[in-house]
């Protein structure tokens, strides 16, 4: 029997918020915000905190680094009943950060990727991220260490029986490697936004970029219909669902 309802493997890291600053910042001048919000960060994370918000139990599997932010994460993301026996602490490393600098309806988005970038497959308990009924991976292109393996997990979690979901995020480099389109034969709920989408599929048109993805996941299968709901639901940011 499953121990949780979903496993999450993905990154931990604080978002620090400056609010009100100018559009346009000049080097060399000191810029004054006019408020200030840090809060639990990283699509991951933010992810398991809301899925387990909705009543449902998690266990995250993650890596921090030994510094105070680190710390800080773990906090606010076991407040809310998350198991956190599976984060790995890297000594002498230090925890990934984002800055976000919101302007009216967009932002600029600042990220020292820090242990996100160090977490490979054999950082991982598969006995571990495979004892739930569902596998979720957000941040795809951050998983520096662990994306060359990311093909394997997915399989090996297939395997095990547990249906699975990818949260591709944004690909700080531009490059939207090929690579991800031989993982989509393992992934069941897709979950990219439309620029997303349409960066991966190579095509302007969201339409068409949501055909081509859906061609690539796994046929339609059952999938616990109140995870199904909850998984869409735990998403931080709007995104469009592909499916078969």
């Given at each position: 029997?499953?121990?949780?309802?979903?496993?999450v493997?993905?990154?931990?890291n604080l978002?620090?918020?400056f609010?009100g600053?100018p559009e346009k910042?000049?080097?060399?001048r000191?810029h004054?915000a006019?408020?200030?919000?840090?809060?639990?960060?990283?699509?991951?994370a933010?992810f398991?905190?809301n899925?387990?918000?909705l009543g449902?139990?998690?266990g995250f599997?993650?890596?921090?680094?030994s510094?105070?932010?680190?710390?800080?994460?773990?906090?606010?993301?076991?407040?809310?009943?998350?198991?956190?026996s599976?984060v790995r602490k890297f000594?002498?490393k230090t925890?990934?950060l984002?800055?976000i600098?919101p302007?009216?309806k967009?932002?600029?988005?600042?990220?020292y990727?820090g242990?996100?970038?160090?977490?490979s497959?054999?950082d991982?308990?598969?006995?571990?991220v495979f004892?739930?009924?569902h596998?979720?991976i957000s941040s795809y292109?951050?998983?520096?260490?662990?994306?060359?393996?990311?093909?394997?997990?997915f399989?090996?979690?297939?395997?095990a029986?547990?249906?699975?979901?990818l949260?591709t995020n944004?690909?700080?480099e531009?490059?939207?490697?090929t690579?991800?389109?031989l993982?989509?034969?393992?992934?069941?709920i897709l979950?990219p936004?439309?620029?997303?989408?349409c960066k991966?599929?190579r095509?302007?048109?969201v339409?068409?970029?949501?055909?081509?993805l859906?061609q690539?996941?796994l046929p339609a299968?059952?999938?616990?219909?109140?995870l199904?709901c909850?998984?869409?639901a735990?998403v931080?940011n709007p995104?469009?669902?592909?499916?078969r």
């Amino acid at each position: 029997m499953a121990t949780f309802d979903v496993s999450v493997v993905g990154e931990l890291n604080l978002d620090l918020i400056f609010y009100g600053l100018p559009e346009k910042l000049e080097l060399e001048r000191e810029h004054l915000a006019n408020d200030l919000s840090i809060t639990l960060g990283s699509s991951s994370a933010i992810f398991t905190h809301n899925f387990t918000l909705l009543g449902n139990k998690a266990g995250f599997s993650s890596s921090i680094g030994s510094d105070p932010f680190g710390e800080i994460c773990l906090q606010r993301l076991g407040e809310c009943g998350v198991d956190l026996s599976h984060v790995r602490k890297f000594k002498g490393k230090t925890t990934g950060l984002t800055v976000i600098l919101p302007q009216r309806k967009q932002r600029y988005i600042l990220t020292y990727p820090g242990t996100m970038h160090e977490m490979s497959l054999k950082d991982l308990d598969l006995s571990y991220v495979f004892s739930a009924k569902h596998l979720h991976i957000s941040s795809y292109f951050l998983h520096k260490a662990l994306r060359p393996d990311m093909i394997e997990l997915f399989r090996r979690a297939k395997e095990a029986g547990l249906t699975t979901s990818l949260d591709t995020n944004d690909d700080p480099e531009g490059r939207w490697s090929t690579d991800i389109l031989l993982l989509l034969k393992y992934v069941d709920i897709l979950l990219p936004n439309e620029n997303e989408a349409c960066k991966i599929a190579r095509t302007d048109d969201v339409n068409r970029a949501a055909e081509a993805l859906s061609q690539k996941v796994l046929p339609a299968q059952t999938v616990d219909a109140t995870l199904a709901c909850s998984v869409l639901a735990g998403v931080w940011n709007p995104r469009v669902f592909l499916g078969r």
